[in-house]
């Protein structure tokens, strides 16, 4: 009984592989955009220093990069919830039955 168990959940085990995979993929990319953002921000103190640009330009575009920057974060956040609940409601599936 449990191989035919098996080989009738394969599609669904096979199904959230791929989803834990496009997560995973998600979560780098959001990484690299936020180190992305945190040297554009090293660049932009670094202009202010020498001079390149004024202080309200600097203002202006720091408060872009950092409203990007939490905006990753908060997406970070929602889906390691998001996640966290996925994994419990899977847990608490076998108990049920």
């Known amino acids: 009984m449990l191989l ?5 959940l394969f599609p669904v085990h096979g199904i959230l592989w791929i989803f834990r995979e496009i997560g995973k993929v998600a979560q780098e990319e959001l990484a690299g955009e936020a180190q ?7 660049m932009l103190y670094m202009q202010l220093e020498t001079g390149r640009i004024s ?3 600097f203002e202006a575009e720091e408060k ?4 990007r920057l939490d905006a990753i974060e908060s997406r970070r956040h929602d889906e390691d919830e998001t996640e966290e609940s ?3 409601e899977l ?3 076998p108990d049920s039955s």
């Open 91 to 93: 847990r608490r599936e």
């Open 86 to 88: 996925d994994l419990g």
């Open 55 to 57: 202080e309200p330009q």
């Open 4 to 8: 035919v168990d098996d080989i009738l």
């Open 64 to 67: 872009l990069l950092l409203d």
């Open 36 to 42: 992305s953002i945190t040297e554009q921000l090293r």
